[in-house]
């Protein structure tokens, strides 16, 4: 296609028509200038693409489901997940879907948001790797992603009319966060809209979102894609740098563009900017267009791979797991027989099948079966729970698969608390009463308040809890494998569990008033926050254990003396002492000790999976640079790394220290200085420049004071002390100096500015 030349002659309503699709799932052909139309299809982790004649768009094919982001995040494999990222690409060819939509890279702010379960972390180093790999995998096959929901898109609730009021810093710190990397590095095709607005201002019309951040800063070359009826005002979105518009809207919009552009409001090269953006991507994906095919059964096969990679073995006491074949073991509670391994919404795969625990046991041992609950809801039935705790009395070991219905967490809604069903808890209290060796097995999204791990709270604790999330269609054999001991869990948490809900830093502001969402915690996410206020929670971020042991020895670091100009690394040894094989996720975190403003105490700055043979050691290499210390400055607008002391923490979870190194890092940036006479005294006496100033300032403010006696020494400190949070002009009102006046101390500060800035 010759872009150029195509834009010469399409008529202005060609090109309105081109923002906007033509149905649910594809853009708009323009047969006369032989303009095709594109598929794109939901994603993120799997393929939900309409059946041809679907009655509906939920109507789709037979596809494999792999693990959901909640559970992947947990692998910490950037390799693993890129191998999903493949597979998708490689299905996507195969049924001539162009863009797969996803992955989803929101932070998880409260653990209530129902579409949790599709999302990665609440860190967003963490969340940027995960998403990227994935991105990586899937357009290393000639298919394109949609990076969504940009931005700050962390509620169901009001999803398409709530405004996100997010200060500066940490909607650039926390939310964008997430998204920057894996739009620098990974390129995705495309990026997706939020429903929501941003300080007031609708993702699909906002400029600064859109144009300024997404494009000019981070370089951003691919095209916009409204989320599903996110559209608000078209012709804003088109001067916001939003490109198409999905699922379109029935030709309102189109004409919106026209009567626009006809009105003077959009100028043609505005349009054009939008039109060229969805000519380029239909170009990109014809001219990446395979003919490939795909193996169900290998796909299968990996999602079982991935499902027992992010695994989370949270509690093992006295070795309760791996089970033993020999011994007689009970399977109790309804998600055995029927995992419960995806959420609701438009991520909703149509598994081609999927394998439960009671199946994939059948091959290993055997196990008796209760349900125990009904599935689909919060009732205790009796007759059930009854044959439940006889299997339990009959056993030596016990598995609950508990989790939540169905029903409890999707798309479209938050959960309201973050209970287990109350038939569950009831259920496991009983049963830990007649056997001691009971594990659970959890099916969830997204965390849930945990009182059975612990003797705390009314009950006896069980010994065991293996965390699946929503692993899949083949989260069955995972888990079983797991149970069996035939893999080793080495999953970790991607996100804190608190104690309960009400520790959740966004508990008070959750989800909002009306139509606006404050978040007021700012920065204070998840473990920046619990680690902040020295507060307990039920599992930390970064927590997992393993049927084998891991120790850590011999940091070292390139250099003490860092700076912004050269990259540095930090290596460590990590040893499996136990006598199985396993993996460990090393952390790495940066403390800064020096900080000048409120920063978490460590921040996760670089990870590595690393497998170990029993007895193995190896060496692990971490490379970083200065953005390893940086915080978003509200003055430069921009990142900064701050000179100053930091620790270098290598840790096994974010509240385990394993190795600590101290370093110096010096920035060659120095942050513009612009000091008024509303600044204290202290102000000016944290640069050594502004000793002389304040020296002078003191004199005169003394000898005043003293009736032009020189202060003595007690006098100089209690001045000191006292002038330390005094206002410059106020040194003016208390003062009857006549030479102390405000316009000598303008004329001081601006030379101390000068100076500062020089
Ligand atoms: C969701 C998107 C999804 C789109 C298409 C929207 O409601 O928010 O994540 O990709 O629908 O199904």
């Keep these: 296609m010759d872009i150029n030349h195509i834009l010469e002659i399409l008529t202005l309503e060609e090109k309105a028509a081109l923002c906007s699709g033509a149905d649910f799932w594809h853009t708009k052909a323009i047969e006369r200038l032989d303009i095709p139309q594109i598929m794109v299809s939901d994603g993120p982790h799997g393929l939900r693409k309409m059946k041809d004649n679907a009655e509906s768009p939920n109507d789709s094919i037979e596809a494999v489901c792999f693990p959901t982001a909640a559970a992947l995040a ?163 979105g088109v001067l916001a740098g939003l490109d198409l518009e999905m699922p379109g809207s029935m030709g309102k919009n189109d004409k919106a563009i026209v009567k626009a552009v006809e009105d003077g409001r959009l100028t043609m090269e505005e349009l054009d900017k939008c039109v060229r953006r969805v000519l380029e ?12 095919s795909w193996d169900k059964e290998r796909h299968h096969k990996l999602a079982k791979k991935l499902a027992v990679n992010s695994a989370v073995l949270l509690r093992n006491e006295d070795n309760m797991l791996p089970l033993d074949k020999s011994q007689k073991i009970a399977f109790i509670g309804a998600f055995a027989e029927k995992p419960r391994y995806q959420g609701g919404g438009s991520s909703h795969i149509r598994s081609f099948k999927t394998v439960s625990a009671l199946e994939a046991v059948k091959d290993i041992a055997e196990v008796t079966y209760a349900q125990g609950f009904p599935i689909d809801k919060d009732e205790t039935d009796p007759e059930l729970e009854q044959q439940a705790i006889e299997a339990a009395m009959a056993a030596d070991k016990v598995v609950v698969f508990a989790g939540l219905p169905e029903s409890f967490e999707s798309e479209g809604y938050d959960r309201r608390h973050m209970h287990l069903p109350e038939c569950q808890l009831d259920l496991i209290s009983k049963l830990t009463t007649v056997n001691e060796n009971i594990a659970v097995v959890l099916h969830n999204g997204s965390p849930v308040e945990l009182p059975f791990v612990t003797d705390d709270e009314g009950f006896k604790p069980v010994k065991a809890l293996l965390e699946m999330y929503l692993g899949g269609q083949a989260v069955g054999e995972a888990t079983v494998d797991l149970l069996f001991g035939m893999a080793n869990p080495c999953g970790k948490l991607a996100e804190t569990f608190p104690l309960r809900l009400e520790d959740n830093p966004s508990f008070l502001n959750f989800p909002g008033e009306g139509d606006k969402v404050r978040y007021s915690e700012g920065i204070f996410i998840g473990y920046r926050y619990y680690d902040k206020k020295d507060m307990p929670v ?31 690394t930090v290596e460590c040894t990590v040893t499996n002492t136990g006598d199985r094989d396993g993996a460990e996720i090393v952390q790495l975190y940066i403390e800064p000790l020096t900080p000048t403003v409120i920063r978490p105490i460590k921040e996760l700055k670089a990870f590595e999976k690393v497998y170990l043979k029993a007895g193995e050691s190896k060496r692990v290499i971490f490379r970083l640079d200065k953005s ?131």
């Excluded at 970064?542 to 100009?565: C, H, P, R």
């Excluded at 020189?710 to 006549?738: K, R, Y």
């Design 74 to 236: 947990c692998s910490f494999d950037r390799e693993l997940v890129g191998e999903m990222g493949k597979a998708l690409g490689e299905q996507c060819q195969a049924e001539n879907v162009s863009v797969i939509l996803g992955p989803g890279c929101n932070i998880k702010r409260s653990p209530l948001c129902g579409r949790n379960f599709e999302y990665f972390s609440e860190d967003p180093y963490l969340a940027s790797q995960i998403a990227a790999a994935h991105i990586r995998g899937v357009q290393s096959k000639g298919v394109g992603t949609s990076l969504k929901h940009f931005a700050a898109n962390n509620q169901e609730n009001r999803r398409m009319s709530v405004s996100a009021e997010i200060d500066e810093r940490t909607l650039h710190e926390i939310y964008l966060a997430a998204f920057e990397p894996v739009v620098r590095e990974a390129k995705p095709w495309t990026v997706m809209c939020s429903y929501n607005k941003i300080n007031g201002e609708y993702s699909s019309q906002n400029k600064e979102l859109l144009t300024d951040i997404l494009r000019e800063k981070w370089g951003f070359e691919g095209l916009v894609v409204s989320d599903w009826g996110a559209v608000d005002d078209r012709a804003g």
């Design 538 to 568: 039920r599992y930390p971020f970064g927590y997992g254990l393993s049927y084998t042991k891991f120790e850590y020895s011999d940091i070292s670091v390139s250099a003490y003396e860092l700076s912004d100009k050269k990259p540095f």
């Design 281 to 292: 991507l239909v170009q990109k994906s014809l001219d990446s267009r395979t003919e490939m």
């Design 628 to 758: 390893a210390f940086a915080y978003w400055s509200v003055q430069l607008h921009d990142w900064f790394s701050e000179s100053g002391e930091y620790n270098i923490l290598i840790c096994e979870s974010s509240d385990s220290v394993c190795l600590e190194e101290n370093v110096h890092f010096n920035s060659s940036v120095r942050l513009p200085v612009k000091l008024t006479l509303d600044n204290t005294d202290g102000d000016i006496r944290s640069f050594k420049e502004g000793d002389e100033m304040f020296r002078q300032m003191l004199g005169m403010f003394n000898a005043a004071l003293n009736g032009g006696a020189d202060a003595n020494e007690e006098g100089d400190l209690m001045m000191l002390a006292m002038a330390n949070d005094m206002p410059l002009h106020a040194m003016v009102s208390f003062s009857d100096n006549p030479e102390l006046t405000r316009e000598r101390l303008q004329m001081m500060v601006d030379n101390l500015n000068a100076i500062l800035n020089a």
